[in-house]
T-cell receptor, first 111, second 113 residues
Framework: GQQVMQIPQYQHVQEGEDFTTYCNSSTTLSNIQWYKQRPGGHPVFLIQLVKSGEVKKQKRLTFQFGEAKKNSSLHITATQTTDVGTYFCAPRTSGTYKYIFGTGTRLKVLA | ETGVTQSPTHLIKTRGQQVTLRCSSQSGHNTVSWYQQALGQGPQFIFQYYREEENGRGNFPPRFSGLQFPNYSSELNVNALELDDSALYLC????????????FGPGTRLTVL
């Protein structure tokens, strides 16, 4: 079955440093969603990528979908303490309707 | 707030018992997906309901079952509870035509003793 790995598992950064999490799938994806989950909270939708090589930006966040549609990344520029949480990718395999959440990257930002 | 509500917030059961969790989807959303999230893990897809029909299922045994009602609210039923069923159960509503964005509810924390 489909496997979705995210690296790194944990990341501690100083406030102001950049952060990147990578999502890799064993199968070709139809699309991919990214979510953020604050400690004690529920996942909150950030973005959806559909096209091969797509790049989308939301303020300090940059999302990229790989050319082969098997991987994706989320980059945060100049992290802030409000960025703390776990970031999940959730890809959907072509021909299916279910989203398989990745293992997540837990981000801690030190002030 | 997403407009997705879940009840109850917390629940404590013992092994072998049965539990029903409820979810009200966001207005206008006809699709509800249920996820199980163990501590420190990512959400695991249980199943999805679209217009009252099961639309897909993850790797969960048949003792996990569900329903969707005409108003698109949904229930998750778990029979013969096991200790490993202890987790946060999340429902997410979406409108598959369009952005496909999933709106998650706050979850139900189930503890099985």
């Amino acid at each position: 079955g489909q496997q979705v790995m995210q690296i790194p598992q944990y990341q501690h950064v100083q406030e102001g440093e950049d952060f990147t999490t990578y999502c890799n799938s064993s199968t070709t994806l139809s699309n991919i969603q990214w979510y953020k989950q604050r400690p004690g909270g529920h996942p909150v939708f950030l973005i959806q990528l559909v096209k091969s090589g797509e790049v989308k930006k939301q303020k300090r966040l940059t999302f990229q979908f790989g050319e082969a549609k098997k991987n994706s990344s989320l980059h945060i520029t100049a992290t802030q303490t409000t960025d703390v949480g776990t970031y999940f990718c959730a890809p959907r395999t072509s021909g299916t309707y279910k989203y398989i959440f990745g293992t997540g990257t837990r981000l801690k930002v030190l002030a | 707030e997403t407009g997705v509500t879940q009840s109850p917030t917390h629940l404590i059961k013992t092994r072998g018992q049965q539990v029903t969790l409820r979810c009200s989807s966001q207005s206008g959303h006809n699709t509800v997906s249920w996820y199980q999230q163990a501590l420190g893990q990512g959400p695991q897809f249980i199943f999805q309901y679209y217009r009252e029909e099961e639309n897909g299922r993850g790797n969960f045994p048949p003792r996990f079952s569900g329903l969707q009602f005409p108003n698109y609210s949904s229930e998750l039923n778990v029979n013969a509870l096991e200790l490993d069923d202890s987790a946060l159960y999340l429902c997410a509503s979406s409108q598959p035509w369009g952005s496909d964005e999933q709106f998650f509810g706050p979850g139900t924390r189930l503890t099985v003793l």
